[in-house]
């Protein structure tokens, strides 16, 4: 049995199962304190190990910034916005609570494993998958294996040129002015919009500045990482009428140097839409369980 975490900011969605197509039992606990969150986790998968049996790996995709280094601070959030978990750290939690091997990653990365793996980027060894919400995170797998630095790729806060007109806008990220995720993300989208992106109205103007900064986020992956495809998901993703824009707009900016319009399948084929949605990190929890389980038991 693996157990499985999509931990974020406004709730965890814990699971345990054969596999992420095979689950057994499943539970969505609201996001408070540590303390509240954490225990509640633990009890469900201490319940599930008194049903099932043995869990023999725990993967979590969690929001971020996380530390991802084989250390003793494996594991820990780092100086994350969510008042109250600066400093938390799942992996020791999990392993000592539950006494299982935790294998964890960013939502984001998770979500890249799994759409490279049963998803939008099947058999495809060089990735990215962009996830556009709340804010804009991005996944790279390089040769198969997902990217890690220092930390994890943090592409969302990449600075970009202004759309024309758009120099007053005030940028929606605390730290940086001209980021993508500042001027582009769900608030984002909002403000300029003065509605929510759910329903803001296709034809509007919010939607072309929208697709402009997107695609330079595409072009600069495409020039940075090569991939053969581009994954793009999250709820702003919704409007349907976006990655065509989005598709439009990076043809353009990429100017042919770049031949990715001319591969099999087009700019249609190569910026795509996620297939697993807003199970994707889910799905990806589970990946990260199975390939950090033991292979001779516990």
């Not at 040769?143 to 806060?157: D, F, V």
């Not at 707009?249 to 319009?261: D, F, H, N, Q």
Request: glycine letters at 14%; a neutral charge.
């Amino acid at each position: 049995m693996l157990g499985a975490i999509e931990a974020g900011g406004t709730k965890f969605v814990c699971a345990v199962g054969g596999a992420h197509d095979d689950i057994w039992a499943q539970k969505t606990i609201p996001t408070s304190t540590p303390d509240e969150t954490l225990s509640a986790c633990a009890r469900f998968f201490q319940d599930a190990q008194v049903r099932f049996g043995v869990i023999t790996g725990l993967g979590i995709a969690s929001f971020g910034p996380i530390d991802l280094t084989r250390s003793a601070t494996y594991g820990t959030l780092l100086n994350t916005p969510k008042p109250g978990w600066t400093g938390t750290n799942f992996a020791h939690f999990f392993g000592h609570q539950v006494g299982v091997r935790v294998a964890l990653d960013t939502d984001v990365n998770a979500a890249m494993l799994a759409e490279a793996k049963v998803g939008a980027a099947r058999g495809a060894k060089d990735a990215a998958y962009i996830t556009v919400g709340t804010g804009i995170g991005v996944g790279v797998l390089s040769g198969g294996q997902l990217l890690h630095g220092t930390l994890h790729p943090e592409l969302g806060h990449m600075p970009v040129p202004r759309w024309p007109g758009d120099e007053k806008f005030e940028s929606q990220c605390p730290y940086h002015n001209d980021c993508v995720e500042g001027l582009a993300s769900g608030p984002a989208i909002a403000m300029r919009g003065a509605m929510p992106a759910s329903i803001l109205p296709p034809d509007h103007l919010a939607w072309q500045a929208e697709a402009y900064y997107l695609a330079q986020l595409c072009r600069t992956i495409t020039l940075a990482y090569a991939p053969e495809r581009i994954v793009m998901g999250g709820g702003v993703m919704a409007q349907k009428s976006l990655i065509g824009r989005v598709r439009r707009e990076a043809e353009k900016l990429i100017a042919g140097y770049v031949p990715v319009a001319a591969r099999r399948g087009g700019m249609e084929s190569y910026i795509a839409e996620a297939a697993l949605g807003k199970i994707s990190g889910l799905v990806g929890a589970f990946l990260l369980a199975q390939q950090n389980k033991p292979t001779g038991g516990r």
